[in-house]
């Protein structure tokens, strides 16, 4: 069991940059893959980026490669997405989720475990 608390997201203008946080519970975090969506309004939940989880493999969708970073501290039992260059359609609640497995997890239906999420809204 693994439980996970997003933190991080906010309000900035388009261009600008934000640091979401995801601090998971439990001593297996390593077990776990992490993944990072988000879901706007009236939209399905998409997957942003993944991570393996030894942080070796990473993913990124098209419509945020070049601008999200993905990345884990093993150590500190987090994941982050690094997102720069933020436009008004990256608006959305981002939510992590972690995975057993050694594959990366591109599907909503890949994943065990939620965060509650946290919001994020680009201004233009």
């Known amino acids: 069991q693994v439980q996970l608390v997003e933190s991080g997201g906010g309000l900035v203008q388009a261009g600008g940059s934000l640091r979401v946080s995801c601090a998971a519970s439990g001593r297996t975090f390593s077990s776990y893959a992490m993944g990072w969506f988000r879901q706007a309004p009236g939209k399905e939940r998409e997957v942003v980026a993944a991570i393996s989880w030894s942080g070796t493999s990473t993913y990124s969708a098209d419509s945020v490669k070049g601008r999200f970073t993905i990345s884990r501290d093993n150590a500190k039992n987090t994941v982050y997405l690094q997102m720069n260059g933020l436009k008004p359609e990256d608006t959305a609640v981002y939510y992590c989720?972690?995975?057993?497995?050694?594959?990366?997890?591109?599907?909503?239906?890949?994943?065990?475990?939620w965060g509650q999420g946290t919001q994020v809204t680009v201004s233009s």
């Open positions: 989720a972690a995975r057993l497995g050694t594959g990366l997890g591109l599907s909503y239906s890949s994943y065990d475990y």
